[in-house]
């Protein structure tokens, strides 16, 4: 095989699992990253990683039901043949990992501890304490050092990718990047080029991210054609702590291990929460959800919180929004065994120790299931077909997104502890996708990507370059100032409740920034580490994002997932009477049919430059393995509406299409 | 974090930050003080945060914003560590009002010492994952496809390992080092990056290696599959810059931020270093 080279953008887990697959595949890789890839914001997740085990299948779980719960949980806006694929890779990525080091917890047996999580029933989840990304992303990291010493990695750390090399016919033949010390652009000519750069959090100003997720990588392939999907699908974390910096992840797994979510009774009750009793409690989540308690899917978590703080006035703090997540029933032992890290992480910032008092959390944002569009090849199965050159293939050809930037797998809403797998699934899936696709261009690869096309491209980044350090004449925009605008806005209307009358307000008001953002004035003009240039440039490439969010909220009027418009939400059943109450539950799922028709829907958003806009239209959601059904957790009338809906599930297989009971017996 | 200090009930209106600075790795370095307006709940990363909006010294001279490296804003990506109050940590988790209780004054930020300083805060710390290599700190795994799962591990193992596995190369036990040296070479003239990289490599890999990579060669020989390089790595610890040179100040542990057992570590390390020793006189 004559040599081969990849670039791939980005060293979290998903880039680090590109990187090795490839590499043993034969294939050179040129790894560009922002920081050392061992820094990457993968480190930041804590809880665990997902798949169907040895236990919960003696319980009655297999892969299936993982997948179910996944699209149930992202309330069927996900793909389902990646999904299938995922769920059944999902015990054989644990594996991989565990022969790899990961230091899981073990049970007493020496088996791999696992804890449940949200949006399931069954404990599914793997960890390593309560720092898990950062162990995963450590054993990746690992191996790709161990490539990089037999020559087969080149890592390019302190690099900011600045755009793709594309020929006349549209293909990406490789990458420009910014050396972040020297300020020098170079030229990656490639065979093909990954994108795995991870979220854009930092478009909200203050997230869980790392300063890292500017969504700056993803916003210049969409800006080069790439399409962007499901925008607006934006998930804030239910707990996380306040902080003037950052807002910091506090694990669902706090729950997982039997955290109580609750506020005092009586609205800012003075007295210390231990000296509050039982009866004056209010664990909200408990009482609305008994089947799922504490671990409701996200989305239902954090409106409940931001509900009970906002609309029911019952906020632990009078100045400031918080619940309690209480800790202190678990003997100390056993929460340092499974939740240290992240206690620590508690008593470090707030300085207060969780073991001994409850901690005050509020949502916030944290991940996005959106991302840049890719296509995949669906197999005889219904998983993906291994190996087909399409698979994460953006809808440019030789480029490819993976791992958080992608948009197929967690739908309206990710469950916990599936996005470390979609992450190390997505990179090692597509290594024999990407060596397929380099064989079917032989002849036109990196070492003869044409001159005029790497020359253009350089121009373009240096002259952007440049045309930042000379400034605006009369401007003295100061990015960090627009980027706090930005954020603030972006976290007012586009979070937790979203309504139409302030995504218009905020469409205009984030044009209207996005123009002062392009004549930025900088306070650093030198050519050696100008931080103050790269963060204008990601300030700038914010916008694009920050438009398809807004403006695919503004056009789904609905409510799926993360994304809630009050206006557009389906009503309880009311009636007592059992013959209204059945109507009122016929109507509910016609309602319901009715919506799907017109919002199950990716999203798709492509830039246009000339307008400085995206403009949205909509694509079918492979949907053909498990039929839609009402996301009812909590609903008042469940069980009538659930009634009415396998009613019709049940006519449905008996003019022979397909339901879920008949598939997840197949 | 209104809980952390209740008793500060004095809070300043303005603080007073003195950062030691460079321009560039040939250029002298200066002082420079800012003064910032003081908010609750602050940390070093918002104070260098609205340092850089303002980009304008305490005398209201306009000029560059302070470069710093940082990360994950929650200590576990290792990126922001300098020295701060004389001292080597996380700028993340050094919390201002605890900072104001020591010196109410001022607070003193600085590079690290023992790395090249690239621009103010910046330091290149290549050296520190350079030693990772020296030690094969990685399981050496036939293939990446699926075989299986790993060995069964007890409880007690990975209560073992999970400690050393936490290191985040921040590089904090190597500041505090009395044995770890500064070594900035530039690059000659008319020498090519390539060149440039391996005389780097080459000073490297002969000067000490320092705690963190020791203790990631303890914590891959205890692995069941990781053991299998276990000598080639006792023997790396056992050349110049190895082990030996470990003068037992005992500071590392005293500075890691995750609390990491290095002098334990190190310890482990030196038995193995003698045990292989002894054996290669029998062989």
């Known amino acids: 095989m004559s040599e081969n080279r990849v670039v791939v953008i980005g060293g979290g887990l998903a880039g680090l699992a590109s990187t090795m697959k490839l590499t043993e595949l034969g294939v050179h890789v040129d790894l560009i990253s922002l920081t050392p890839v061992k820094r990457s914001h993968s480190v930041c997740a804590q809880g665990g990683i997902n798949s169907c085990n040895d236990q919960t299948r003696q319980l009655g779980d297999n892969e299936w039901k993982h997948m179910d719960d996944t699209v149930y949980g992202g ?205 004056e409690r209010f664990y909200f989540l408990e009482e609305r959800y008994p089947k799922y308690g504490n671990l409701v899917p996200r989305d239902i978590a954090t409106r409940e919180i931001f509900d009970i703080c906002v609309n029911e006035g019952l906020s632990v703090e009078s100045d400031r929004q918080c619940v309690y997540l209480d800790l202190t029933h678990i003997p100390r032992q056993e929460l340092d065994r499974k939740l240290g890290g992240i206690l620590e992480i508690y008593e470090k910032f707030q300085g207060v120790d969780p073991r001994d008092e409850p901690m005050k959390i509020f949502p916030a944002v944290h991940y996005s299931m959106g991302g840049l569009w890719a296509d995949y090849v669906k197999s005889a199965d219904g998983g993906l077909e291994p190996g087909a050159p399409r698979n994460h293939m953006t809808n440019i050809d030789g480029l490819y997104a993976m791992g958080e930037c992608d948009y197929h797998y967690h739908g309206a809403n990710r469950l916990g502890a599936n996005s470390l797998l979609s992450c190390i699934f997505t990179g090692l899936f597509t290594g024999p996708s990407i060596v397929n696709h380099i064989n079917s261009h032989s002849g036109a690869g990196y070492k003869n990507v044409p001159q005029s096309d790497i020359d253009a491209a350089m121009k373009r980044e240096q002259d952007r370059h440049d045309h930042l350090l000379a400034g605006t004449p009369g401007s003295d925009e100061n990015p960090y100032l627009i980027h706090q605008e930005l954020g603030d806005l972006m976290t007012r209307v586009a979070t937790v409740v979203r309504r139409n009358d302030q995504l218009t307000d905020a469409l205009e008001k984030v044009d209207e920034l996005h123009k002062r953002a392009m004549r930025v004035s900088l306070s650093d003009t030198g050519t050696w580490t100008n931080q103050n240039v790269i963060f204008a440039k990601s300030v700038q490439d914010m916008f694009p994002i920050a438009k398809a969010i807004l403006k695919g909220a503004f056009l789904r009027d609905e409510c799926r997932g ?105 | 974090m209104i809980a952390l200090e209740p008793s500060a009930k004095k809070r300043p209106e303005f ?66 560590t300098m020295v701060i109050n004389g001292k080597v940590r996380q700028s993340c988790s050094a919390i201002v009002d605890r900072l104001l209780v020591d010196n109410p004054d001022e607070i003193v930020l600085e590079p690290m010492t023992k790395f090249p300083v690239i621009r103010d805060l910046v330091v290149d710390r290549q050296r520190l994952f350079n030693s990772l290599k020296r030690v094969k700190a990685w399981v050496p795994v036939d293939s990446y496809y699926d075989m299986g799962a790993g060995e069964r591990q007890l409880m007690a193992q ?47 890999d002969e000067s000490f290696i320092g705690a963190h990579a020791i203790s990631q060669a303890m914590l891959f020989n205890n692995h069941p599959t990781g053991k299998s390089l276990a000598t080639e790595r006792v023997e790396a610890l056992m050349e110049p810059g190895g082990v030996q040179a470990c003068g037992n100040a005992q500071n590392c542990v005293a500075v890691c931020p995750k609390e990491i057992p290095l002098t334990t570590s190190i310890a482990r390390a030196g038995r193995a270093a003698t045990v292989r020793a002894i054996k290669r006189w029998f062989e």
């Open chain 1, 75 to 279: 309330d069927f806006l996900n793909h389902q043949p990646p999904v299938k694929e995922m769920a059944y890779w999902a015990p054989k990525v644990i594996d991989l990992m565990d022969r790899l080091g990961v230091p899981f917890n073990r049970t007493g047996e020496g088996f791999i501890d696992r804890r449940r999580f949200g949006g399931t029933l069954y404990k599914r989840t793997a960890f390593a304490g309560a720092t898990t990304g950062q162990q995963l992303l450590y054993a990746l990291d690992e191996q790709v050092r161990r490539r990089e010493a037999e020559g087969m990695v080149r890592k390019f750390e302190f690099w900011d990718f600045c755009g793709l090399i594309q020929d006349d016919a549209g293909r990406c033949r490789g990458a420009i990047a910014q050396d972040m010390v020297s300020m020098k652009f170079q030229a990656f000519p490639a065979d093909a080029v990954v994108v795995a750069t991870g979220g854009c959090g930092l478009v909200y100003g203050r997230s869980t991210m790392s300063v890292f997720c500017t969504g700056s990588a993803a916003a210049r392939c969409f800006k080069a054609g790439a399409k962007y999907g499901n925008g607006e699908f934006i998930q804030v974390h239910p707990t996380a702590i306040p902080g003037a910096d950052k807002l910091r992840l506090m694990s669902e797994s706090a729950r997982g291990e039997g955290g109580r979510v609750w506020v005092p009774r009586t609205p800012q009750d003075p007295r210390a929460p231990k000296a509050i009793p039982e009866n």
């Open chain 2, 158 to 204: 990975q209560e073992q390992n999970y400690p050393l596995s936490q290191c985040m190369s921040c590089g904090c036990c190597l500041e505090a080092c009395p044995q770890f040296n500064k070594i900035e070479l530039t690059k000659k003239q008319g020498e090519t990056d390539e060149a440039f990289e391996a005389r780097k490599k080459a000073a490297y």
């Open chain 2, 15 to 80: 603080i007073n930050v003195r950062v030691r600075r460079q321009d560039a790795p040939d250029k002298e370095p200066y002082w420079e003080l800012h003064k910032i307006r003081y908010e609750t709940e602050m940390n070093v990363i918002s104070v260098l945060q609205r340092i850089a909006a303002q980009a304008k010294t305490k005398d209201g001279k306009k000029v560059n914003p302070v470069a710093w490296d940082c990360g994950c804003l929650e200590e576990v990506c290792g990126s922001c």
């Open chain 1, 562 to 666: 993360a994304h809630y418009k009050p206006e557009f939400e389906k009503p309880s059943l009311t009636a007592e009477d059992p013959v209204e109450r059945r109507r009122q539950a016929e109507e509910w799922c016609d309602a319901f049919e009715e919506n799907n028709r017109k919002y199950l829907k990716s999203t798709i958003a492509t830039w246009n430059e000339a307008t400085m806009q995206p403009e949205i239209t909509y694509e079918d959601v492979d949907t053909s393995l498990i039929p839609p059904r009402p996301r009812l957790y909590g609903l008042v009338g469940a069980e009538d509406i659930e009634k009415v809906w396998k009613e019709r599930a049940a006519a449905l297989a008996n003019q022979g299409k397909p339901t879920v009971d008949m598939l997840a017996h197949a």
